[in-house]
């Protein structure tokens, strides 16, 4: 078993940087599901294109997992967020053996800009090193989403 040594580090710079903003807020599972199939589609992404799945009932967190289909994100309904669903994508553009080590969190920044925007990419990127976690340069071109005023547009 492998020791994800950076786990709630990582949490802890989740929060800070969404903490109280709409990308904490439940969103309608066909909205989370629009977007990861949206985000999957962009020319950067060079992981593989997952299913997204809400989780049985009563689950209570989700997961980025491989199973007998292959790998697949299962979103648990208290966690229908933009936040969940890009932290759930960063592992599979990382690979799920990365846990949350730099290349999980250099994936998770290139997806937060691309999918929700580039201001929500400098809040989780501030919050990575305010919390001493090391993020590689990226090696992908990635076009930030268009802003929005308001609520997102998914």
């Known amino acids: 078993m492998t020791v994800d040594a950076d786990r709630s580090q990582v949490y802890a710079a989740e ?8 990308l904490e807020e439940v969103t309608p599972f066909e909205h989370l599901e629009r977007l990861a199939t949206r985000t999957m589609a962009l020319a950067w992404w060079s992981g593989p294109v997952v299913p997204v799945v809400a989780a049985r009932s009563g689950a209570g967190s989700s997961c980025a997992r491989s199973g ?3 790998v697949e ?3 648990a309904r208290p966690q229908w967020t933009p936040a969940t669903l890009t932290h759930e994508l960063a592992h599979v553009l990382a690979g ?3 846990g949350h080590g ?8 290139d997806i937060v800009t691309s ?8 809040w989780l990127r501030d919050a990575y090193v305010a919390c001493d976690l090391p993020v590689p340069p990226s090696e ?3 076009e930030p989403a268009a802003p929005t ?6």
């Open 15 to 22: 929060e800070a940087a969404f903490g109280g903003t709409l």
């Open 68 to 70: 007998p289909e292959g």
């Open 73 to 75: 994100i299962r979103l």
């Open 96 to 98: 799920l053996h990365a």
């Open 102 to 109: 730099p290349s999980f969190r250099r994936a998770h920044i």
């Open 115 to 122: 999918a929700l925007g580039q201001e929500a990419g400098w």
């Open 140 to 142: 992908r071109i990635v």
């Open 149 to 154: 005023d308001g609520p997102i547009a998914l």
